[in-house]
């Protein structure tokens, strides 16, 4: 069963930064270019952007920690009377095994002991695989948006929301 743990300091952060260029390096290809996944690592998911998110914009980071090993990270951060789930990545070894369920679970919960109305989240048109656990969790499309996010990129994305 995986461990939820929230980064509280610079090791946690710096490791859920090299996961997510892991992860986004792997899972990426065929979906975006590797220059936006680049940029997007970046811009979003490096040490700098992440401690920024958490000191100045009220975003939580967790560890998805499975015996002992960081596995996969998830980022969430209230808006409004809704939880806006930024991020939930698995390294590839442990897709399969139910762990994002556990996650978005416990995301779930949380909302909930918040007060909080629903869970949202953004995915792109593109991502198949996210798209079908989105749905297995329960998640619909709410919209689409395309957002510009600098340098010449757009992220044409499903925002899927799930009400709690």
């Not at 996969?72 to 939930?88: C, E, Q, V």
């Not at 996650?103 to 109305?117: K, N, S, T, V, Y």
Request: charged content about 25%; aromatic content about 14%; some cysteine.
């Amino acid at each position: 069963m995986p461990e939820f743990v929230i980064c509280r300091s610079d090791d946690d952060i710096r490791a859920a930064a090299a996961l997510a260029d892991e992860i986004w390096h792997e899972h990426f290809p065929g979906i975006i270019s590797l220059a936006q996944t680049d940029y997007m690592v970046g811009k979003f998911q490096s040490f700098e952007s992440m401690k920024h998110q958490i000191a100045d914009e009220g975003y939580s980071y967790y560890l998805i920690v499975y015996e002992g090993e960081a596995v996969g990270y998830f980022a969430i951060a209230p808006r409004d009377n809704t939880m806006f789930l930024s991020k939930l990545y698995l390294r590839r070894e442990f897709r399969g095994r139910h762990f994002s369920t556990r996650a978005f679970d416990h995301i779930c919960r949380m909302a909930r002991e918040q007060g909080l109305e629903s869970v949202w989240l953004t995915v792109n048109k593109h991502n198949d695989r996210a798209i079908k656990a989105y749905e297995a969790f329960g998640m619909t499309v709410a919209r689409t948006q395309q957002t510009d996010i600098g340098n010449g990129f757009i992220m044409d994305d499903y925002v899927f929301e799930k009400k709690l």
